[in-house]
């Protein structure tokens, strides 16, 4: 015991430790890097070998030598980070392994000619949105206003750069992607891993960059947790093994979705720590991967890829140092159709700008609040996605068929609706196919409002038809009770096309279906209230004879006696013993009956929520009922609807199955 201990404890921590623990250990704090740390390693990635370091160095046809050129960057990142008032987030959301791979993308990026090697504002701009990106536009743009800033003297030159050499978000991610590094000269040069920051919060991003072959299922492989309880080791070592197999193959991109369970088995991946292993003239590469609890080093493919999805809910409790590790582009579903726009045609994109400018104002007067969705904006953004083809492309050369053919179809569609400015435009001009045609073709290409009234015509009538489309299908998740309370405001198709043919529940048309058959005796039905559905009007018999025959159906499903319904749906629950009423509503058992400790007071139709199927079934644990279980978030609108008597364990057996 008393000799001396051969292994030392070391503990590397991203946090200053606090004084109880402080005083037991020798504690080294390592501070921010120096300008002279900064240009050591501005200047070690710069130049890989001692013999760029007397090569001349040109940034857009200035002349200057390596070192300069270092120093400048190397002022310009300490400038960011020192200045606390305008720029406090830069050191939250960024740090030195950035400034690392800002050089080395610029390195990579220049070209060596003439025994000089030359950089231009392009590349430079380009550098930084690889690795300063992320963050809303006018902080990116002040970024990069400050890097230009210390190579460009005037500030018009600073703005041109920006505005002639700045990319759309969805081009930067499609260049990163596509920067790989099959048979890189060393591990350095393998681009840093990806991560996608989803403004939206529900996972739509990733769903519409798939949907947008953005991200297509050809070139990458979707792993994603459930964040069930239940089966969570065995899935999770599912996932681990999965990406450890595709990062052997290398083949396809791996996207990761909600895995922070086992982020920490892909610490060293993620990080890029690769051990070079030679084998005659074959280097190859080996990570260290956690399967459960073992990590052994994993041969790792250099062409292999991988993106990690976060949402920006969640950035406040991801650590920067994880941050850093990854190449950083904070997407919403406004930069995808603003992506999806530009690709278009010009007329074609700019009738849809102009038709998403009128959504946006009906959407607007109706209320944000009258649609199922935590961002309407956000909804008919996708709404508008949905409307363009995959793999568009406003430079593709089309068949003259497929123009002819596509016109015969807008035509045919657009003769079905009921609009005075398309009759005006058939039967006055009586233009001919080649015409329309050719009138088609201008408006599609066309960089501003038309001047021809024909050209205007038409612009009309496509960009309301786009208009009335998307309408009716955002009303399909509109809420009825608003829908009714403005259904003065609203055109008559839409609320035609909402009460008759929407998509969603639709109380008359399943009563309607239980009075029809005969075999159909337990249904699990989702309600929703909300207070303007007190201010609807009650059952009238003086709308007609229709709706006294319908009165009649809803008599004959509807229980007889309300004294025996458990469950009040109007007030989104039930009285049961919780609350001692259930005598009062004629339970035939008493509160003493062994029946009744375990829910057998339930034989009775009508009502009975879920969730306190639920708390009977915890109760009840020993008797068979204990393996039931519920989602709390929704238990409380679940009801179980049924027109014969069952007892408690006969309605859970149903549930179960």
């Known amino acids: 015991m008393s000799a001396a201990p051969q292994v030392a404890f070391v503990c590397i921590t991203n946090h200053i430790l606090d004084a109880a623990k402080s005083n037991r250990c020798i504690c080294l704090l390592r501070p921010e890097p120096d300008k002279a740390e900064l240009m050591s390693i501005a200047l070690g990635v710069q130049c890989q070998n001692n013999a760029m370091h007397t090569h001349p160095l040109t940034f857009d046809e200035h002349m200057m030598s390596t070192e300069e050129f270092a120093a400048l960057l190397c002022e310009c990142y300490l400038d960011l980070i020192q200045n606390k008032a305008e720029f406090s987030w830069f050191v939250q959301f960024f740090g030195l392994r950035d400034f690392i791979h800002l050089v080395i993308y610029i390195r990579r990026a220049a070209t060596f000619k003439d025994t000089a090697l030359h950089i231009s504002s392009e590349v430079l701009v380009h550098a930084l949105e690889r690795n300063f990106n992320s963050v809303d536009k006018d902080k990116f743009s002040n970024v990069c206003a400050s890097f ?245 492309d406003a430079k593709q050369n089309h068949e003259e068929e497929d123009i002819k053919r596509s016109i015969s179809i807008a035509l045919e569609e657009l003769g079905g609706i009921d609009n005075i400015e398309l009759r005006k435009v058939l039967e006055e001009g009586s233009p001919t196919e080649i015409q329309l045609e050719q009138s088609f073709h201008d408006l599609a290409y066309s960089e501003s409002i038309p001047e021809y009234p024909m050209l205007r015509s038409l612009e009309s009538i496509v960009r309301l038809s786009i208009v009335r489309f998307s309408i009716i299908k955002l009303l399909q998740v509109a809420l009825p009770e608003e829908v009714y309370m403005q259904r003065e405001n609203l055109p008559t198709e839409a609320l035609r096309a909402y009460f008759g043919y929407q998509d969603h529940f639709h109380l008359k048309l399943l009563i309607s279906s239980i009075d029809r058959s005969e075999d159909n005796q337990l249904y699990m039905i989702s309600v929703h209230s909300d207070v303007n559905s007190h201010s609807l009007p009650t059952w009238s018999n003086a709308v007609g004879e229709n709706n006294a025959v319908f009165k009649a159906i809803v008599e004959n499903v509807v229980h007889e006696d309300p004294s025996n319904v458990m469950g009040l749906s109007a007030y989104g629950r039930s009285y049961t013993l919780e609350n001692k009423t259930c005598t009062e509503l004629g339970c035939p058992f008493s509160e003493d009956s062994n029946e009744t400790a375990i829910g057998g007071c339930l034989d009775t139709t009508g009502f009975v929520p879920y969730v306190e199927i639920y708390n009977w079934a915890k109760k009840g644990k020993g008797k068979g009922y204990n393996s039931i279980t519920v989602d709390p978030a929704t238990a409380s609108a679940t009801y179980l609807i049924t027109s014969i008597h069952l007892t408690l364990a006969s309605k859970m057996q149903i549930l179960g199955n």
């Open 148 to 392: 230009l800033a210390k190579f460009l003297q005037f500030q018009d030159a600073i703005k041109e750069a920006m505005i002639k050499y700045c990319q759309h978000p969805i081009q930067v991610l499609q260049n990163s992607l596509s920067d790989v590094q099959a048979n890189a000269s060393s591990r350095y040069d393998i681009p840093r891993f990806k991560m996608i920051i989803d403004e939206s919060n529900d996972d739509s991003i990733m769903r519409l960059l798939e949907a947008s072959d953005i991200l297509s299922h050809s070139s990458h492989s979707f792993y994603k947790l459930s964040g069930l309880e239940e089966g969570a080791p065995i899935e999770q070592l599912n996932l681990v093994s999965r990406v450890k197999f595709a990062a052997q193959q290398g083949d396809k991109t791996a996207v990761l979705s909600q895995v922070d369970a086992v982020s920490e088995c892909f610490y060293d991946l993620f990080n890029q720590h690769y051990k070079e292993v030679k084998k005659g003239e074959v280097v190859s590469l080996y990570s260290n991967i956690a399967v459960g609890g073992i990590s052994r080093p994993s041969k790792i493919h250099p062409s292999f890829q991988c993106i990690v999805h976060v949402q920006s809910s969640q950035l406040d409790d991801v650590p920067a140092p994880y941050l850093n590790r990854f190449e950083k582009f904070q997407l919403s579903i406004a930069d995808i159709l603003s992506w999806q726009i530009t690709r278009l045609p010009c007329g074609v994109g700019l009738i849809l700008s102009n038709a998403l400018r009128e959504c946006e104002e009906f959407l607007s007067k109706f209320g944000n609040r009258s649609v199922w969705s935590s961002s309407p904006i956000d909804t008919l953004k996708s709404i508008f996605i949905s409307m363009i083809p995959r793999n568009v």
